[in-house]
Each structure stands twice: as C-alpha cells, then as structure tokens.
C-alpha cells in the first residue's frame, strides 16, 4: 500500500497561490493513479483534482477549474496541487490519496481510494 505526506498547506489571503506537495512511497508511484481531495469543517469530504499514472490524464472539480492545476513528477514520487486565485470557500483540509490498485481510471470516485495522507491545512482569509 502507498503511504502518503502531503504539505505546503498555510494561510494566505484571498487572490493568493499556494502549491501543496504530497510525497508517496511503498508503491510504484508511476503505477497510481493519484487525487486530491479536500474536506471543509463540516462538510463532507470532496474531490478536487485526479491526474492518471502517467500524467496523461486529468480531471478536475468543477469549482476549481481555471484556477487549480495538479501535475505529478514520477522521478520524484510526488503529486502537486497548484492552487491559483484562491477564495475563503477553498478553507479546507486538503488530502491526497491514491487507489487501492495501480492503473486505476482517473475517476474521483472516493470509493476508488484506499490510501491517504494525514492532510494539510489550507485557509483562505478574506
């Protein structure tokens, strides 16, 4: 099973950046398929951004789009959330997670993932 370290969290103002990291190991991370998924105080749990093992693919939460970019670097064993234009409704918990097998389509499907990182803490002051 993949284990997983996210950071690059903090607090920033509204209209900032912040670029958060998630480190894997214990698996052949170009195998994985990975996601990122965030969970605001009181809310459930929802997907943001999935990119397909070899980076080929990506799909993202519609709330995110144009501002939000994941990319992954298999040399480094590490995925990216690239955060842009920031809002205090992006205040959340933000977890990467990968899929219990490799290969897996590039769904955001949280049913899809068994492993996951302690998350990171973004909040977005207005």
């Known amino acids: 099973q993949v284990q997983l370290v996210e950071s690059g969290g903090g607090l920033v103002q509204a209209g900032g950046s912040l670029r958060l990291s998630c480190a894997a190991s214990g698996g052949t991370f170009s195998s994985y398929t990975m996601g990122w998924f965030r969970q605001a105080p009181g809310k459930e749990r929802e997907f943001v951004a999935v990119i397909s093992w070899s980076g080929g693919a990506i799909a993202y939460a519609d709330f995110v789009k144009d501002r939000f970019t994941i990319s992954r670097d298999n040399a480094k064993n590490t995925v990216y959330l690239q955060m842009n234009s920031l809002k205090p409704e992006d205040t959340a918990v933000y977890y990467c997670?990968?899929?219990?097998?490799?290969?897996?389509?590039?769904?955001?499907?949280?049913?899809?993932?068994?492993?996951w990182g302690q998350g990171t803490q973004v909040t977005v002051s207005s």
């Open positions: 997670a990968a899929p219990v097998a490799p290969y897996t389509y590039w769904s955001g499907r949280q049913s899809l993932f068994g492993s």
